[in-house]
């Protein structure tokens, strides 16, 4: 099985709609990671959590909010989609140390 | 906040070439990882190298922290190769990584 896990796989929506992306991980590591990726661009960071009661936003928070509900789940919403959400998202895990950042499949979300 | 580049931002090579991908930063860090995106999407850490030397079977990393560059080198190169690699950086004080925009490496056989 995977380490770091997200659902859905690939989601489609539209403008207004509430949507919620989710990561899970059984790698027992603390900190968790939400990433936006666009088409030929790096990846940006949306927010970030360290433990279940901390939660830090990244460059890119504006129109989204995050539920860390246990140390191995790590939930993105989209309180009111808008076309421009439209990318691919990942979710992302690392130990104490950051030496490594381990990343789940991605989320392909399209917002008509 | 910290800016890194990376070039070329694209590479077609024949099968068996060798390459190297560079990374520049603007400023210290204590944080850098290469990673690959394969053409499905999903993105593997290479290494973990803020500094000095790491090889793993064909690839290799170097950065010289000082002049603020990182090299990533594939030698022989296969097709599985292809896709985009990306360098990530992190200076002291601050925990986010940033990524740079990525290579896009074709591997033609």
């Known amino acids: 099985d995977a380490d770091v896990t997200q659902t859905p796989r690939n989601r489609i929506t539209k403008t207004g709609k509430r949507i919620m992306l989710e990561c899970s991980q059984t790698k027992g590591h603390d900190r968790m990671y939400w990433y936006r990726q666009d088409p030929g661009l790096g990846l940006r960071l949306i927010y970030y959590s360290f433990d279940v009661k901390d939660i830090n936003k990244g460059e890119i928070s504006d129109g989204y909010s995050v539920s860390r509900q246990a140390q191995a789940k790590f939930s993105l919403s989209l309180e009111s989609a808008i076309p421009n959400q439209t990318a691919l998202y990942f979710c992302a895990t690392s130990d104490w140390d950051r030496e490594t950042q381990y990343f789940g499949p991605g989320t392909r979300l399209l917002v008509l | ?109």
């Open chain 2, 1 to 109: 906040g910290i800016q890194v580049e990376q070039s070329p931002p694209d590479l077609i090579l024949q099968e068996g070439a060798n390459s190297t991908l560079r990374c520049n930063f603007s400023d210290s860090v204590n944080n850098l990882q290469w990673f690959h995106q394969n053409p499905w999407g999903q993105l593997i850490n290479l290494f973990y190298i803020p500094s000095g030397t790491k090889q793993n079977g064909r690839l290799s990393a170097t950065t010289v922290a000082t002049e603020r560059y990182s090299l990533l080198y594939i030698s022989s190169s296969q097709t599985t190769d292809s896709g985009v690699y990306f360098c990530a950086v992190s200076n002291f004080g601050n925990e986010k990584l940033t990524f740079g925009t990525g290579t896009r490496l074709t591997i033609i056989p």
